[in-house]
């Protein structure tokens, strides 16, 4: 069967500033939690590298987008630097502007659309000294950073989002020791959730009061929530997590408010976050152009039994557990499930239950550990596992398309290796291999793949 990809179409590669940027201190950056974590807590980071150089971008954008666009890649998904634009919050930083006005320039030149976001987990050290998003003052902040971005950019971004994946900020960083602050309440959680809908919103608002020629969306991770059976159990557990993982986001982002579901189930367990009069207003005005979905792995769950019933209710735990799925196909070289079905899923979602909004895969990709072991004697990784395993998600995304879904677009997870959290360099994701003692970039077999697919528009 020979699959075909729409006329227009975004090819492109994703990654986020505190990801691939470097240029930690330079021109006037000030510092995110990120840097500040490692500066206290080295041992916590894969072979104790940080976020100092990442992928260099600061100073290799203009090679960048020349071999974005030597692999016919026509867009390109990264973030700006809360912390690099408006150091203290309040103050332009002249130098940032003039670095991403080149930057985001250049990749015009080579025909790449930059499509770009604005949170990717990186709070300002500032803020959250004052109490990140916890605090309600979180949310004015944000608006005013916004704002900043779109006058000074509004003219070379046609395509922006708030936030990328902000369930993960409000998981890893409240209900687990993966994100700063590293504490665990499932109360604090939610009123976090609740401050980055309300700062989305208020992002929104900004935006459309500057009547400008282009889109606004968020970016969610909407893996799929598959139950172990058809129990009534096992189904109640899938609701609940689809609820507090997907829905809490995309609720807000596409229909403006919260579901009934969700409100009942916080009520019951006396979990409501404090909200305050015009909170809802608000809320209802954050609703979208667009959707940025990212997709790695679906969550596999199953109800709680009788015995493991040992979780306070303030625990994720409390309301479903993580299911093995024994068929599962696996990511032997890093660990993931890998679930092609999953996307297509998700598209079908988007089409039945929210009104066909128009999407882009913002995120997909293969982490690999050690991936020297597959550099042949020329030099090149051959890379034939990623792939395989972009073939088998685009074959979803092409016959989604085809069944009338609103795809616009597929963006790997990355277009060069790049820095991970507490991962640092371990997985490598990128199209282009980077060599940590010199940051040179070289071709992987999968950039030449895609390059050809590109052209060709369809699956080789
Ligand atoms: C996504 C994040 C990215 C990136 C990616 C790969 O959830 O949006 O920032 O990190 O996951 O995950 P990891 O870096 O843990 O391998």
């Not at 980071?45 to 026509?74: C, H, Q």
């Not at 779109?150 to 922006?160: A, K, M, N, R, V």
């Not at 991936?371 to 972009?390: A, P, V």
Request: proline fraction near 4%.
């Amino acid at each position: 069967m020979t699959h075909t990809f729409p006329e227009h179409f975004f090819w492109g590669a994703a990654t986020s500033a505190p990801q691939s940027e470097g240029g930690q201190y330079a021109g006037g950056r000030s510092a995110s939690t990120w840097d500040k974590w490692f500066e206290l807590e080295p041992e916590r980071f894969n072979a104790n590298i940080g976020p100092e150089v990442t992928s260099d971008v600061y100073n290799r954008y203009r090679e960048d987008a020349k071999l974005m666009s030597d692999i016919n890649l026509n867009s390109y998904r990264t973030s700006i630097s809360w912390n690099r634009l408006l150091p203290d919050g309040k103050t332009l930083n002249e130098e940032a502007v003039a670095f991403y006005r080149d930057y985001f320039q250049s990749l015009r030149d080579e025909g790449v659309e930059p499509i770009m976001n604005l949170f990717h987990f990186d709070m300002p050290w500032w803020l959250m000294e004052k109490g990140g998003w916890e605090s309600r003052e979180s949310i004015d902040h944000f608006a005013f950073y916004a704002k900043t971005a779109f006058e000074q950019f509004g003219d070379l971004i046609t395509y922006w989002t708030t936030f990328n994946e902000p369930i993960v900020h409000v998981t890893c960083g409240y209900l687990g020791e993966y994100h700063w602050p590293k504490v665990n309440s499932l109360k604090r959680a939610i009123q976090v959730a609740h401050h980055t809908n309300l700062a989305h919103a208020a992002a929104v608002v900004e935006y459309r009061k500057l009547g400008l020629d282009g889109q606004i969306g968020n970016i969610l991770n909407l893996s799929p929530v598959y139950p172990r059976s058809q129990s009534e159990g096992d189904l109640k557990a899938k609701k609940d997590a689809e609820e507090l993982h997907v829905k809490s986001f995309l609720e807000p982002t596409v229909k403006g408010k919260y579901s009934d579901y969700l409100i009942d189930l916080l009520r019951e367990h006396d979990l409501l976050p404090v909200v305050e009069e015009g909170d809802l207003e608000l809320i209802e005005k954050g609703k979208v152009d667009f959707l940025g979905v990212n997709y790695y792995q679906p969550i596999r769950v199953r109800e709680v039994e009788e015995h493991e019933k040992t979780y306070p209710v303030n625990s994720l735990g409390h309301f479903s557990r993580h299911y093995d799925w024994p068929e599962k196909r696996m990511n032997k070289y890093r660990g993931w499930e890998i679930y092609p079905e999953g996307i297509y899923d998700i598209a079908m979602m988007i089409k039945d239950e929210y009104g066909n909004l128009p999407f882009y895969i913002s995120e997909n990709g293969m982490g690999v550990a050690e991936e020297e072991r597959f550099m042949n004697e020329d030099g090149m990784i051959e890379d034939d596992y990623r792939i395989e395993f972009i073939h088998d998600h685009l074959e979803f995304v092409q016959k989604a398309i085809a069944e009338g879904a609103n795809c616009f677009g597929y963006h790997l997870w990355t277009f060069v290796d790049c820095w991970s959290w507490l991962n640092s360099y371990k997985n490598r994701y990128g199209f282009y291999r980077m060599d940590l003692e010199t940051g040179d970039r070289s071709i992987k077999k999968s950039g030449k793949w895609i390059k050809k697919v590109i052209e060709e528009k369809k699956l080789l």
